[in-house]
């Protein structure tokens, strides 16, 4: 209970405490205004219920780390706990008499005091834990970043410790005062069957009279409720902020087709000088939430295989650079002046630009909703179409594409690979009642690998007499390559022009063997007005095998021993992990499965136009080291749905000594026949 000329204090502080972190809000909300695009909330309703259910299940954090997130999750439950909590002690403080109604309210107040008493003590704990895990233990992998990552200046000198000690010690002294004050309100009113922790700590105040406990208890309501509005101007720019931000990310951010689809750009509109992220304004605005986002976990390095394999580049130091360049001029931005900082060299270095193999990983696995992966291809907009500046080898897939309709700038016709097949594959003209569109995609027309699997499928379908037709010299590249590259006019092309094609044939259903193509024709196509339904070959294969149409077992003595790749594009972005499994299973395959499976698949180190390019310098390449979890297994046979890994993986086992046959699993089922 307070006397009047505390309440006036601690009204006063409250304002003072409140208007500034108000600013704080404002000022910040502002800055995410300077961004392009607009926050979501259309289906209000709906993405409230997602973001709370994310934000009480803690279910993003708790994929990986199992014992620092359920720690973590018991820390949030605590924390949220406290709401209640604080607004109960300020009652207490404010309203005469309210303790003791409360002592009336039973069964409802026996509960509130177990909770709160034992919340207090795992949020201690919790903290205590990630205190010594932050700050004692300096030699940890994921608290650490490469020696080639660029860092801010205050990054690389501790500002992100020195965040998460304040941070630390606010929620300590928050918590333990209030506990603390407990254990003696206990030694006041005598042990609390309903308190057991804070009767175990009211031992320390036996020596003390009852005028002591009094301003004991005061001091400690003081230090708790005060400790509140002391760190709240603080609060907008501290790491602490991820506590509203992140599930304001989930209830705010744009509703993708698949995970890694992009918004494309408006090239079409002459008024627009700015195309992709040259500066900081020029990012979306639900990617500069990302910065304010961010609890600085570094979870998304530990899943990057550029990262993995040392390259400069860190999706984690990119999101931690920004929240620093922000606050560097925190002011100038609130107020509406431009970024005179490129967010290239600034966010990521030129080398860890071109490292990232647009996997998705990061994306996935982070427990606030963060995309790194959007900024990083965004900036290679800026990159490719502003400036001209991109790796030299990606000009001739460019050209490629948009000269032959294909990156391996060859001009020969793209159905030779059905040459000496036992059977003839039509063409659209000549079927043009067909059942089943196969897009054969440009790896199938110019890599030998990659006709081994085209053929394979095509037996297939012939042998379970699936009316099926493929375009043969009409079809051309999604563009898939240019996309991620940055070159979006030239993907704007190339899917423009697929669309059309895909209209005039209007296809029923279409059957991919890349699930590049899978995602570009499935769920970015629609944005240039094709909307198809697009199956990866795995899935045609388990439906006919399903339906009675192939056999559903095979003599597998050659494939007894199969560990399966999950390619990114088709397990992470789109979905697909059992078909391809349930085919293994059907050939009667024994499956071995790596540690990084399904949609925590380790990339094979193609993509993001990676295949098209040398791939950045590091410790070791992507591809070899996904080719030796692989082999690690003991498999005979490492199976794959994607000519991209198919090739990588491939090379990966020229350059081992030796290690499992690499296989399409189109190859496995169709051997038989």
């Not at 993708?256 to 408006?266: I, K, V």
Request: proline content about 4%.
């Amino acid at each position: 209970m307070l006397t009047d000329i505390e309440r006036m204090t601690f009204l006063l502080l409250a304002l003072f405490s409140l208007g500034a972190s108000y600013a704080g809000f404002n000022e910040m909300f502002l800055i995410i205004g300077r961004g392009q695009g607009q926050l979501e909330f259309n289906g209000i309703a709906r993405r409230a219920f997602t973001a709370l259910g994310v934000y009480l299940t803690q279910r993003t954090t708790l994929k990986t780390r199992p014992m620092t997130s359920i720690i973590h999750w018991g820390v949030v439950l605590g924390f949220t706990w406290y709401f209640l909590v604080n607004a109960v002690d300020l009652l207490i403080g404010f309203a005469p008499g309210f303790e003791r109604q409360l002592r009336t309210a039973g069964v409802a107040y026996d509960v509130f005091r177990l909770l709160s008493d034992v919340f207090s003590v795992v949020v201690l704990l919790g903290i205590v834990y990630f205190l010594l895990r932050r700050l004692l233990l300096p030699s940890r992998a994921d608290l650490q970043f490469n020696d080639n990552v660029v860092l801010h200046p205050r990054v690389a000198a501790g500002a992100v410790k020195l965040d998460s000690l304040i941070v630390a010690a606010f929620i300590l002294l928050h918590v333990g005062a209030r506990f603390m004050g407990e254990s003696v309100a206990v030694a006041q009113a005598g042990y609390d069957d309903f308190m057991p922790f804070a009767s175990a700590a009211s031992a320390i105040w036996t020596s003390l009279n009852v005028d002591a406990l009094a301003v004991l208890r005061h001091v400690f309501w003081w230090i708790a409720l005060g400790g509140i509005l002391l760190f709240l101007p603080y609060f907008p720019q501290s790491k602490h902020a991820h506590l509203f931000m992140a599930p304001l990310n989930f209830l705010t951010r744009p509703q993708r087709t698949s995970l890694g689809a992009l918004t494309p750009l408006d090239l079409e509109d002459d008024t627009i000088e700015q195309f992709g992220a040259g500066r900081l304004e020029d990012l979306h605005k639900t990617h500069i939430l990302d910065g304010f986002a961010c609890i600085m976990c570094n979870r998304c390095q530990d899943v990057c295989p550029a990262y993995l394999t040392g390259k400069a580049l860190s999706p984690a130091a990119l999101e931690v650079n920004k929240r620093f360049h922000i606050k560097d001029h925190w002011q100038a931005l609130a107020a509406g002046a431009e970024s005179d900082w490129p967010l290239a060299n600034n966010l990521l270095s030129e080398s860890a630009l071109w490292a990232c193999t647009a996997c998705g990983a990061c994306i996935d696995i982070c427990p606030v909703g963060n995309e790194p992966m959007f900024d990083i291809l965004d900036i290679r907009r800026d990159a490719v179409l502003m400036q001209s500046a991109f790796p030299s080898e990606l000009q001739g897939a460019f050209n490629g594409m948009e000269r032959q309709g294909n990156p391996w700038q060859i001009a020969e016709r793209r159905s030779a690979w059905t040459d000496g097949l036992d059977f003839p594959v039509p063409a659209v003209a000549e079927n043009p009642d067909f059942d089943l569109l196969y897009w054969t995609g440009c790896a199938v027309s110019y890599d030998p690998l990659a006709q081994r699997t085209a053929q394979a499928l095509v037996k297939l379908m012939h042998a379970a007499g699936v009316n099926f037709a493929i375009l043969g010299d009409d079809e051309r590249c999604t563009g898939d390559v240019a996309r991620r590259a940055g070159n979006e006019y030239l993907y704007f092309e190339m899917a423009t022009a697929n669309v059309e094609t895909l209209d005039t044939v209007k296809p029923k259903r279409i059957v991919v063997t890349c699930p590049h193509c899978l995602h570009n024709i499935g769920k970015e196509y629609g944005a240039f007005g094709g909307n198809y339904e697009v199956v990866h070959h795995s899935e045609l294969i388990a439906d006919l095998i399903a339906q009675g149409k192939l056999p559903e077992s095979a003599n597998a003595s050659r494939w007894s021993n199969v560990t399966f790749h999950d390619p990114c594009y088709l397990a992470r972005h789109n979905g697909v992990a059992e078909a391809p499994r349930s085919v293994l299973h059907a050939a009667g395959t024994s499956l071995v499965e790596m540690p990084r499976n399904r949609e925590n698949s380790f990339c094979c180190g193609a993509g993001g136009a990676q295949f098209w390019k040398e791939e950045e310098p590091g410790d070791g390449k992507v591809s070899l080291a996904r080719f030796n979890e692989a082999a690690d297994t003991g498999a005979e046979t490492l199976a794959v749905g994607c000519p991209f890994c198919m090739r990588m993986l491939e090379d990966a086992r020229n350059e081992s000594d030796g290690g499992p046959q690499v296989v399409d699993i189109a190859e496995i089922i169709a051997e038989r026949l």
